[in-house]
T-cell receptor
Framework: QQPVQSPQAVILREGEDAVINCSSSKALYSVHWYRQKHGEAPVFLMILLKGGEQKGHEKISASFNEKKQQSSLYLTASQLSYSGTYFC??????????FGTGTSLTVIP | GAVVSQHPSRVICKSGTSVKIECRSL??????MFWYRQFPKQSLMLMATSNEGSKATYEQGVEKDKFLINHASLTLSTLTVTSAHPEDSSFYICSAKSTGSREKLFFGSGTQLSVL
């Protein structure tokens, strides 16, 4: 049930861009994106509900391809505060929510 | 915004004891709550889905007799780790679903359980 994310880890310099992918073997109802700092709860970034939908949050945006059962998170002009572990989350039925495998992002000066 | 309160934030207990973790939705009604477990540097793994007034739905491999979930009201769900062992040491986190916010989940702050 757990969606697979790639890459597993990425290191960026401030100002660089990154793409995180999330792929599911199940048909998706929606895709969520969260960022988690060490020892803290995940922080909500955005939800995508429609196939092909794109949304943005500051310099972070995402796309959702319902047919391909994939979503991508785009981080542009990365900042030090973007460091953390990013998780996609999927709803495959009306009720159950599964997190992806996670992508560790480290932004260095 | 909606707030989910989770207590305790940290607990240390002896092997063989039981630990109860509470998850409360403070300003909204949560018909569904989720319980997750996270080991260091790993993802959050869904343990069970809790629906108010009915039995929880456990994920495959999660022992329902060991991890007792009760969702007695629309604002409270509890997870009891019974006869805890060192391998149960983990970060446990709950989330609640608010139907009024486009399926968005609200998370508790998590509970770090350490079993000695």
């Amino acid at each position: 049930q757990q969606p697979v994310q790639s890459p597993q880890a990425v290191i960026l310099r401030e100002g660089e861009d990154a793409v995180i992918n999330c792929s599911s073997s199940k048909a998706l109802y929606s895709v969520h994106w969260y960022r988690q700092k060490h020892g803290e709860a995940p922080v909500f970034l955005m939800i995508l509900l429609k196939g092909g939908e794109q949304k943005g949050h500051e310099k972070i945006s995402a796309s959702f391809n319902e047919k391909k059962q994939q979503s991508s998170l785009y981080l542009t002009a990365s900042q030090l505060s973007y460091s953390g572990t990013y998780f996609c989350g999927i709803v495959i039925t009306g009720n159950q929510f599964y997190f992806g495998t996670g992508t560790s992002l480290t932004v260095i000066p | 915004g909606a707030v989910v309160s989770q207590h305790p934030s940290r607990v240390i207990c002896k092997s063989g004891t039981s630990v109860k973790i509470e998850c409360r939705s403070l300003d909204f009604q949560a018909t569904t709550m989720f319980w997750y477990r996270q080991f260091p540097k790993q993802s959050l793994m869904l343990m069970a889905t809790s629906n108010e007034g009915s039995k929880a739905t456990y994920e495959q491999g999660v022992e329902k007799d060991k991890f007792l979930i009760n969702h007695a009201s629309l604002t409270l769900s509890t997870l009891t780790v019974t006869s805890a062992h060192p391998e149960d040491s983990s970060f446990y986190i709950c989330s609640a679903k608010s139907t009024g916010s486009r399926e968005k989940l609200f998370f508790g702050s998590g509970t770090q359980l350490s079993v000695l």
